[in-house]
């Protein structure tokens, strides 16, 4: 059962690099030992990526050793149980991948730089142990851990009206936390089993629905309304992390508030943790429910995604529109995945579309945690140039004094809204191909998002680097080397991604598919 | 070995009597030394128990007849439960020195007093005789009311005299129902082990229980009874709110549990569901009182309302994950408050002599103070309920318990969560990170001592020790709830 303690190994990594670099005696020093422990955490996902058999189901790399002792009778003990599959892989890798990312993008906080890398590299922690966990106690401490760095990060680095943001944000996410620990407990207390898998295995054979349905009988006038209680409680934990609208109204300001570095570990990473939450967690666990509530659940994809990219339009700050677009483009995900529950008579069709779907879905997740956090950076980039003006009609004619700029933000700016050929486009083909067939108003209506997501991108690409030059913004400096070396594998990655879907696929599917036998 | 906790306790207190008045530091150093060796007693005592008693139940240390007349006997013991408080408490006395290190006045009398509270305690921990479970409760609580009336700070005589007349009544209950115990079980005896074994008439039950649990759990703070404790601890001179919060409140809980509980079972099934609500109520109310209070000292005192309310809902599940959770959360509570009291009291009120949230804003305690603002960010965090500290695991237990016996009362429970971390993050704000332009740095504060870092040092750890490894005290705990102490509890087995 246990191989080599790689998965353990990898999140450790972070955990040691971030007290070294707060026991730096120099910030330069734990600038170095930041990036050198994000580095490295990166050679080991690079590492698992090679040794990772995508032929082979079930769990890789696992690892399992018993960690808290039976509270009681009927309870089981808590094991300490990681593993992955092609799901955790993906997000394992886009986290490793974003870390250093940001943290070059950090590079010139001088304020208490050592706990700014520090935290960057806690905040990793919690994401490695969020995606390879598979017990729910101590994912949970992962899915926490990640929340306290985020917090100071927006509150002590951010911008003017960071601290409203941050405990809007922290506020908003933890009671969401709560809610689904409850409804753990819930689950606990019912099966006495916290461990993901064997909770997917009682809910295949109908035992965890049996089980909440004893508890809940007793005190509660309908069977069901334990089952769905503890439904909407894990629900809500994702809901308000992805975000799913209604439970978005954090983001916009967190995002625009965070430092960049940290936007583009909210954006890229930290909001992948409410996408997989529902696939690993929800969408097995309680395929009933989702089934019963697709409709809804559909409906409320479909206004995140339009009614995003609608709210990015009206912005006249940069930070704020690429906020909302990230919001929109995680719709597309929570689409694919409220799409692909419904039962359809098993035709041999409607599994090939679950199965676009859903590897839509996965890919999604990465291509949008790339491109997302590279407009980020960009948008940094526009601020510290400018000397902290990010407003959409504050510029113009720039693509003239910096075309390389222009140039590289002009294609993630196509990467984002879809251009064929970029890595999105692949991404969004799949999910609407496999949700046309399954829930063709839905998809349908999601279109308008893509239409206005176009739009406003393209406005940005107009407004900034199009049209007469101000003089003010005569002297623009163009991308230094730095910045083009920082930006070279995300922009080689873009290309790579859009053009050979098959490096991701091929990890995607076999999940994918694994996945669809669950319920 | 953990009989010694105790009689060491009151030689170093006798110790301290004898010492010129003059010499503050042999003072401070007799008293640290005692500490320190109680905290050995309960380690080594703890290891000794877990090594010989894998499987749980009372081990007899001392028990010898005392007034034979009254059949009274001195009988001491320890069982999973005990020997996890007894832990605490010694966690808890050796972080309370060293959080006192700087008391100038009457030091010799402070730490005499301090001693002999922190024998008190261990005293009651460690009682298998109610009539001896009494007289150390008693010890317990009149040094508490001197600590708070010399030493103390706001209001302390009236803080002081609400907290010992609380007591006193809550005592003057479990007297009552203790004597009628005695009496109406005929077997001549006050051993608890005795009287266990005894059945009692139900009606009987149903009031006998309801005054001695409800004398016990007054001191625990049971809401609406809980007044006296944010007065009391605002008052009190650090150490001693410190201990008030980490081990005082305890001894209310421990003492509902021991001996109301298991003597009454069938007036516990009665008034189970009742108790349940008034924890849960004090749950909501500690927190959203919490919530909008001004002095620092009283948010975390209506936070230990909460935090106990926890501990009291664990208990009235009745099921073994809920009372393990319960036993947890008083071990849990007990370090993390001490904690947040140590931080507010001794590393911010000391230096600053105000504790007004108005005051302490501009004042960015962060830049001024930055150990005493990282060490209460992870309190808060501990105190919260976050995973990876204590009390997310005793907090688990118990709701996971409350989930099959009281789902509604439960949901209400996860709401005291959230307001829970409401009032935290509101403290962190105000208190700590205010946004000010070095307003602040115009305020010099002295540095934090090496006697403060290794009181937190010492506290954080253990927090987190117990967070991450928490079989190291749930396995002292689960397998004694199955012994034939707690029997009466389960109905038919355990469930």
Request: proline residues 4%.
């Amino acid at each position: 059962m246990n191989s080599f303690p790689l998965l353990s190994i990898l999140t450790l990594i972070p955990l040691l690099g971030g007290g070294a670099a707060l026991l730096s005696p120099t910030a330069k020093l734990a600038r170095r030992i930041g990036l050198a422990a994000s580095l490295l955490a990166l050679g080991v996902a690079a590492l698992l990526w090679a040794a990772f058999d995508p032929g082979q189901t079930g769990w890789q790399f696992a690892e399992s050793l018993p960690w808290v002792p039976s509270p009681g009778n009927g309870y089981q003990g808590i094991e300490y149980h990681l593993g992955i599959d092609g799901l955790g892989l993906l997000l394992v890798g886009l986290s490793a991948l974003l870390v250093p990312f940001a943290m070059l993008a950090s590079w010139k906080i001088e304020q208490n730089a050592k706990l700014y890398f520090a935290l960057i590299l806690f905040l990793e922690t919690g994401l490695f142990g969020t995606f390879t966990a598979l017990n729910f106690f101590h994912w949970f401490i992962y899915w926490e851990l990640g929340l306290i760095p985020a917090y100071f990060l927006i509150k002590m680095w951010g911008g003017p009206r960071r601290t409203r943001a941050a405990n809007q944000f922290f506020i908003y996410t933890l009671a969401g936390s709560v809610a689904m620990l409850l409804g753990f407990l819930a689950i606990f207390a019912a099966t006495g089993v916290f461990d993901f898998e064997k909770l997917a295995e009682l809910a295949r054979n109908g035992e965890l629905q049996d089980k909440l349905a004893k508890l809940g009988g007793a005190f509660f006038h309908s069977k069901e309304t334990l089952t769905w209680l503890v439904f909407a409680g894990v629900f809500l934990g994702f809901a308000v992390k992805a975000p799913l609208m209604p439970f978005h109204t954090w983001l916009p300001s967190a995002y625009a508030e965070a430092p960049t570095g940290t936007a583009m570990l909210l954006t890229g990473a930290m909001s992948k943790m409410g996408v997989y939450g529902f696939l690993r967690i929800l969408l097995p666990l309680f395929p009933a429910q989702m089934r019963a509530m697709q409709t809804p659940l559909l409906i409320l994809a479909v206004v995140t995604i339009v009614f995003s990219a609608a709210a990015a339009l009206a912005q006249r700050d940069l930070k704020r529109m690429v906020a909302y677009s990230s919001i929109n483009h995680v719709g597309y995900c929570l689409l694919g995945i409220f799409a692909v529950v419904q039962l359809s008579g098993d035709a041999a069709g409607s599994a090939t579309d679950k199965a676009a779907a859903l590897n839509g879905v996965m890919l999604q997740m990465f291509n949008h945690g790339l491109t997302a956090s590279a407009l980020f950076y960009f948008v940094g980039l526009i601020e510290e140039r400018s000397g902290g003006l990010r407003g959409l009609d504050d510029f113009g004619g720039l693509c003239k004094a910096a075309p390389v700029f222009c140039g590289l933000m002009g294609i993630t700016l196509f990467a984002s809204l879809g251009l064929p050929g970029l890595n999105g486009f692949v991404s969004e083909f799949l999910i609407f191909k496999g949700t046309l067939p399954l829930a063709g108003w839905a998809a349908a209506i999601s279109t308008l998002g893509l239409l206005i997501t176009a739009i406003f991108l393209l406005t940005i690409l107009q407004r900034v680097f199009n049209g007469p030059l101000q003089n003010r913004w005569a002297g623009w400096k163009d991308l230094t080397k730095g910045e083009k070396l920082t930006l070279a594998p995300v922009i080689a990655l873009i290309f790579v991604l859009g053009i050979c879907p098959q490096i991701l696929i091929s990890v995607a599917n076999p999940a994918a598919l694994a996945m669809l036998k669950l319920f | 070995m953990l009989a010694w906790t105790i009689y060491i306790s009151f030689l170093g207190a006798a110790a301290l009597a004898l010492l010129p008045p003059e010499s503050r530091r042999a003072a401070r150093i007799t008293a640290l030394l005692t500490a320190l060796a109680g905290l050995a007693l309960a380690l080594g005592g703890a290891a000794q128990y877990e090594a010989h008693t894998p499987a749980g139940g009372l081990v007899d240390l001392v028990n010898m007849p005392w007034i034979t007349e009254l059949g009274i006997n001195f009988h001491l013991g320890a069982d999973g439960v005990s020997v996890t408080l007894v832990l605490l408490t010694g966690i808890a006395a050796v972080a309370g020195v060293l959080f006192s290190w700087n008391i100038e006045r009457r030091t010799r009398e402070f730490f005499a007093l301090y001693l002999a509270l922190i024998a008190g305690v261990y005293g009651v921990f460690l009682s298998f005789d109610l009539f001896l479970l009494f007289v150390f409760y008693e010890i317990a609580i009149i040094p508490k009311y001197f600590l708070i009336a010399v030493w103390g700070s706001t209001r302390r005589e009236y803080g002081a005299m609400k907290l010992a007349l609380y007591s006193l009544a809550g005592s003057a209950m479990v007297l009552v129902g203790l004597i009628a115990a005695y009496v109406v079980s005929g077997a001549h005896s006050f051993d608890l082990v005795v009287l266990a074994k005894q059945s009692y008439p139900v009606a009987f039950q149903h009031w006998a229980f309801l005054l001695v649990f409800v004398g016990f759990a007054v001191l625990a703070g049971l809401w609406p009874f809980h007044t006296w404790a944010p007065t009391g601890h605002v008052a009190a001179p650090t150490a001693a709110s410190m201990l008030l919060a980490g081990v005082v409140m305890k001894l209310g809980a421990y003492g509902a549990l021991r001996v109301a509980m298991t003597l009454f079972p069938e007036g516990l099934r009665f008034w189970q569901n009742g108790i349940a609500l008034l924890a849960v109520i004090g749950i909501v109310y500690g927190g959203s009182v919490a919530l909008v209070q001004r002095d620092l000292k009283f948010v975390i005192g209506y936070s230990s309302v909460s935090h106990m309310g926890f501990v009291l809902l664990g208990l009235m599940t009745l099921t073994q994950i809920g009372l393990s959770g319960a036993v947890l959360q008083m071990f849990s509570h007990g370090i993390i408050a001490g904690l947040l009291f140590a931080v507010v009291g001794r590393m911010i009120y000391d230096r600053t002599h105000t504790r007004e949230l108005s005051e302490l804003q501009p004042m960015n305690l962060s830049v001024l103070a930055p150990f005493a603002a990282v060490t209460f960010v992870i309190a808060g965090a501990a105190s919260m309920g976050l995973p990876g500290f204590s009390g997310f695991i005793a907090e688990l237990q118990v709701l996971a318990g409350a989930w099959g016996v009281f789902p509604r009362l439960t949901i209400l429970a996860g709401v005291g969560v959230v307001v829970g971390i409401a009032f935290m993050v509101r403290i962190w704000i105000k208190a700590f990170f205010a946004e000010n332009e070095a307003k602040g740095a115009a305020v010099q504060i002295e540095p934090i001592t090496v006697a403060e870092k290794a009181g937190a040092y010492l506290l954080l750890g253990t927090t987190v020790l117990i967070g991450l490894w928490p079989g190291l005290l749930l396995n002292l705990i689960t397998p004694t709830l199955r012994s034939p102490l707690f029997q009466p509890l389960w109905k038919g087995g355990p469930p």
